[in-house]
């Protein structure tokens, strides 16, 4: 089982960036497939990012372009640089972790980070 904690987040004018981080803990890291999703109020969560265990990366919609994805297993972390911020992008961001064990799918998530754009 692994335990996910989430930092970074805050408020930010329109065009700032921000740097997400996800520390994990009490599993080997590297055997996850990593993941940033948010969820902006009334609306349902989305996944904004993924990463393979190899490093393979994956955005979705507008984070296309502005944000980044990436992994660092010596420290078990993974982050979420995210640019050009927009009002848009005001959410709670959730780090989350998969491990596959056959064909069970285990599933972890952070307690997440408020993300707050706003002038």
């Known amino acids: 089982q692994v335990q996910l904690v989430e930092s970074g987040g805050g408020l930010v004018q329109p065009g700032g960036s921000l740097t997400l981080s996800c520390a994990a803990s009490?599993?080997?890291?590297?055997?996850?497939?990593m993941g940033w999703y948010r969820q902006a109020p009334g609306k349902q969560r989305e996944l904004v990012a993924d990463?393979?265990?190899?490093?393979?990366?994956n955005y979705v919609g507008s984070a296309k372009g502005r944000f980044t994805i990436s992994r660092d297993n010596a420290k078990s972390t993974v982050y979420l640089q995210m640019n050009s911020l927009k009002l848009e992008d005001t959410a709670v961001y959730y780090c989350?972790?998969?491990?596959?064990?056959?064909?069970?799918?285990?599933?972890?998530w952070g307690q997440g980070t408020q993300v707050t754009v706003s002038s």
């Open positions: 989350n972790a998969k491990q596959w064990s056959g064909t069970i799918l285990k599933d972890y």
């Open positions: 009490g599993s080997i890291f590297s055997t996850y497939a």
């Open positions: 990463i393979t265990r190899g490093g393979t990366t």
